[in-house]
């Protein structure tokens, strides 16, 4: 045992051997446990960085000066542009794909049509005028995988069977394999369909992998395990006459105009097969697929390096790989017959968007639940000082009304937007829509339960509570959160009205949602109302109430003859309603005026 020096004058000091003794064993119990992997986004990020910053790809120039180039004009020019600029696209010829793979797609495509799964999107792009796609689509993938573009959020059909709760379901036997996803309420047709998909899915991986190897040098490379697809209907020129011209190139009208595919992990990989159904005679212009490169991750397209237009036949198979979807665009121009069908797979980012998401995060809080008593604002933990009490009450708001945020504006009213006749068609999503509803109303009577408290605490009503864990950082939290609510209440309701969907049939309109679309005051009862403006007025008022000083009322009694001194109370009720945020703001907005006149 080592022993401590004692030192002149009676006091102890430490013998610098023992603290190397305690360093080093330390360090070796931290060498002992086993070290985490860093995840393949992780790396990406430390050694590629991130999508914004992918560099420029090679600047190819025509001495021709042309605009874009296709292989019909000029093969050779075309080629070499492929290949010093727009590296990353390959593409695999019909011919040069087994049969079964063509006939699986088939029986796809036409197994989503008989299903009626293929609807249009209003979607709002740069979140401002709302617009109709031109192309009817549906998205497939992983049970409870979303993909939200343009600002509207598409819910999937799973392509594997599915258990009670949601989650993907490994069945063995083959009579069994898309059971679970018929009794969900698809046409067995359908469901056939959407299984197969799952399974030529895995085929795309494995080729775009085997891509990846042979073409893709940088370390480390994107992902390519695709985790759901979008399949596109797009019509013809013949048979649709609003198509948009597409006017940087003049290549033609588009179906889908400019555009880098969002919403996907860094330096993952997407392929496309795509097939065309001649309706009339044979067609003289083929639909193709149009690529330019761009300036970098955020910038905008080189004018130095002419765009491509590669007319792929039906049944081609085309890879963008690794960084290409970061600096380049792509778009489709439209052919003049026919119909084109693609199924683009893609590594979308699961983060926030998967139904197992939200649902673990808000069962996560109902489960912490039974340590705080909101009929009297305290924490259930000794342990705690009540400082630290304090603060876990605030946390535990604000991740609440965080959280009915989400479940209202990313969930429930990107589900009811799209219209009846869409949520008829994904029954997979019927019972987790039960569930938010349920979770955000039993969230928001929490809310109105906290209001109540605060009522009592601020004096107003029977004052039974002297909670220590209560402070004005509730109320603030209130406040904020309910004004970014409405405010975006507000959008939404913009949105609702819009006059596109005047157009739409009735079941393609948006509909009401019970505890979103509360119209009479009668109807919330121990719920908020959809017009949060009251509540925040009277939470202000309730705020400066809380913070007022003890006797208070007897100073005023006596200051009733002096008016600075009831013009400096004035001021100070009036500030004591303002949030902390909104008096820092004020100040600062305060202090930059006296900097600009001294």
Same mark, same amino acid.
């Given at each position: 045992m080592t022993k401590k020096k004692r030192k002149s004058g009676g006091k102890l000091v430490k013998n610098p051997l023992s603290d190397n003794v305690k360093n080093a064993s330390k360090k070796r119990k931290k060498s002992e446990q086993p070290s985490e992997q860093p995840s393949l986004a992780q790396l990406l990020k430390k050694y590629r960085g991130v999508a914004a910053d992918t560099p420029a790809p090679p600047i190819w120039k025509d001495k021709l000066g042309r605009a874009y180039l296709t292989p019909d004009d000029d093969q050779s020019a075309f080629d070499e542009c492929l290949k010093t600029s727009f590296k990353g696209f390959y593409f695999d010829t019909p011919s040069s794909l087994p049969q079964?793979?063509?006939?699986?797609?088939?029986?796809?495509?036409?197994?989503?049509?008989?299903?009626?799964?293929?609807?249009?999107?209003?979607?709002?792009?740069? *979140?401002?005028?709302?617009?109709?796609?031109?192309?009817?689509?549906?998205?497939?993938?992983?049970?409870?995988?979303?993909?939200?573009?343009?600002?509207?959020?598409?819910?999937?059909?799973?392509?594997?069977?599915?258990?009670?709760d949601g989650?993907?379901?490994?069945?063995?036997?083959?009579?069994?394999?898309?059971?679970?996803?018929?009794?969900?309420?698809?046409?067995?047709?359908?469901?056939? %369909?959407?299984?197969?998909?799952?399974?030529?899915?895995?085929?795309?991986?494995?080729?775009?992998?085997?891509?990846?190897?042979?073409?893709?040098?940088? *370390?480390?490379?994107?992902?390519?395990?695709?985790?759901?697809?979008?399949?596109?209907?797009?019509?013809?020129?013949?048979? *649709?006459?609003?198509? $948009?011209?597409? %006017?940087?190139?003049?290549?033609? $009208?588009?179906?889908?105009?400019?555009?880098?595919?969002?919403?996907?992990?860094?330096?993952?990989?997407?392929?496309?097969?795509?097939?065309?159904?001649?309706?009339?005679?044979?067609?003289?212009?083929?639909?193709?697929?149009?690529?330019r490169a761009m300036d970098g991750g955020a910038g905008g397209p080189l004018p130095s390096v002419p765009a491509l237009m590669a007319p792929l036949p039906s049944g081609s198979l085309y890879f963008m790989l690794d960084d290409f979807n970061h600096n380049h665009e792509h778009a489709v121009i439209a052919g003049d017959d026919g119909v084109r069908y693609s199924s683009t797979h893609r590594v979308a980012r699961e983060g926030q968007g998967t139904w197992q998401y939200i649902r673990d995060k808000i069962k996560n809080l109902q489960s912490t639940a039974t340590i705080f008593d909101w009929s009297v604002g305290k924490v259930d933990d000794p342990s705690l000082s009540p400082k630290?009490? *304090?603060?876990?009450?605030?946390?535990?708001?604000?991740?609440? =009304?965080?959280?009915?945020?989400?479940?209202?504006? =990313?969930?429930?009213?990107?589900?009811?937007?799209?219209?009846? $006749?869409?949520?008829?068609?994904?029954?997979?999503?019927?019972?987790?829509?039960?569930?938010?509803?349920?979770?955000?109303?039993?969230?928001?009577?929490?809310?109105?339960?906290?209001?109540?408290?605060? =009522?009592?605490?601020?004096?107003?009503?029977?004052?039974?509570?002297?909670s220590e864990d209560l402070c004005e950082t509730l109320f603030d939290v209130l406040i904020e959160s309910f004004s970014e609510r409405n405010n975006k209440r507000q959008e939404?309701?913009?949105?609702?009205?819009?006059?596109?969907?005047?157009?739409?049939?009735?079941?393609?309109?948006?509909?009401?949602?019970?505890?979103?679309?509360?119209?009479?005051?009668?109807?919330?009862g121990d719920f908020m109302p959809s017009d949060l403006e009251s509540s925040i007025k009277s939470l202000r008022e309730l705020r400066s109430a809380f913070v007022s000083e003890d006797g208070q009322d007897e100073t005023r009694d006596d200051a009733k003859d002096d008016k600075s001194k009831l013009k400096k109370d004035k001021k100070k009720k009036k500030k004591s309603t303002l949030t902390s945020k909104e008096k820092k703001k004020v100040a600062s907005n305060w202090n930059a005026l006296k900097s600009k006149i001294g």
């Amino acid at each position: 045992m080592t022993k401590k020096k004692r030192k002149s004058g009676g006091k102890l000091v430490k013998n610098p051997l023992s603290d190397n003794v305690k360093n080093a064993s330390k360090k070796r119990k931290k060498s002992e446990q086993p070290s985490e992997q860093p995840s393949l986004a992780q790396l990406l990020k430390k050694y590629r960085g991130v999508a914004a910053d992918t560099p420029a790809p090679p600047i190819w120039k025509d001495k021709l000066g042309r605009a874009y180039l296709t292989p019909d004009d000029d093969q050779s020019a075309f080629d070499e542009c492929l290949k010093t600029s727009f590296k990353g696209f390959y593409f695999d010829t019909p011919s040069s794909l087994p049969q079964s793979l063509h006939h699986t797609f088939d029986e796809c495509f036409e197994g989503l049509e008989r299903g009626g799964l293929f609807l249009y999107d209003v979607v709002q792009p740069g *979140k401002k005028k709302l617009t109709q796609t031109s192309v009817t689509r549906t998205l497939v993938g992983d049970p409870g995988s979303t993909y939200k573009y343009l600002g509207l959020r598409l819910f999937s059909h799973p392509w594997i069977d599915v258990d009670a709760d949601g989650n993907a379901l490994h069945l063995d036997k083959s009579t069994q394999v898309g059971s679970s996803v018929k009794r969900l309420g698809y046409s067995s047709r359908t469901a056939s %369909a959407l299984i197969a998909m799952g399974r030529i899915n895995k085929d795309l991986t494995d080729r775009s992998t085997q891509k990846l190897r042979q073409h893709v040098s940088a *370390k480390p490379v994107g992902s390519a395990d695709f985790n759901l697809t979008l399949v596109n209907k797009m019509e013809s020129m013949s048979a *649709k006459r609003d198509l $948009k011209k597409e %006017a940087a190139y003049n290549m033609g $009208k588009t179906s889908v105009g400019w555009h880098r595919d969002s919403g996907l992990k860094d330096f993952s990989s997407i392929a496309v097969y795509q097939k065309q159904k001649p309706q009339g005679s044979n067609s003289s212009k083929p639909f193709g697929v149009a690529l330019r490169a761009m300036d970098g991750g955020a910038g905008g397209p080189l004018p130095s390096v002419p765009a491509l237009m590669a007319p792929l036949p039906s049944g081609s198979l085309y890879f963008m790989l690794d960084d290409f979807n970061h600096n380049h665009e792509h778009a489709v121009i439209a052919g003049d017959d026919g119909v084109r069908y693609s199924s683009t797979h893609r590594v979308a980012r699961e983060g926030q968007g998967t139904w197992q998401y939200i649902r673990d995060k808000i069962k996560n809080l109902q489960s912490t639940a039974t340590i705080f008593d909101w009929s009297v604002g305290k924490v259930d933990d000794p342990s705690l000082s009540p400082k630290k009490r *304090k603060q876990k009450l605030v946390s535990r708001l604000r991740m609440q =009304e965080a959280l009915l945020s989400e479940i209202e504006f =990313e969930w429930l009213r990107q589900w009811f937007v799209q219209g009846q $006749k869409h949520a008829k068609l994904h029954p997979y999503w019927h019972d987790p829509i039960k569930f938010l509803i349920k979770s955000f109303c039993e969230l928001e009577q929490t809310t109105v339960q906290i209001i109540r408290l605060l =009522e009592k605490a601020s004096g107003r009503g029977v004052t039974d509570s002297d909670s220590e864990d209560l402070c004005e950082t509730l109320f603030d939290v209130l406040i904020e959160s309910f004004s970014e609510r409405n405010n975006k209440r507000q959008e939404w309701a913009r949105r609702y009205k819009d006059p596109i969907f005047l157009d739409l049939a009735e079941n393609e309109r948006p509909y009401t949602c019970s505890c979103l679309d509360r119209v009479d005051e009668k109807e919330c009862g121990d719920f908020m109302p959809s017009d949060l403006e009251s509540s925040i007025k009277s939470l202000r008022e309730l705020r400066s109430a809380f913070v007022s000083e003890d006797g208070q009322d007897e100073t005023r009694d006596d200051a009733k003859d002096d008016k600075s001194k009831l013009k400096k109370d004035k001021k100070k009720k009036k500030k004591s309603t303002l949030t902390s945020k909104e008096k820092k703001k004020v100040a600062s907005n305060w202090n930059a005026l006296k900097s600009k006149i001294g």
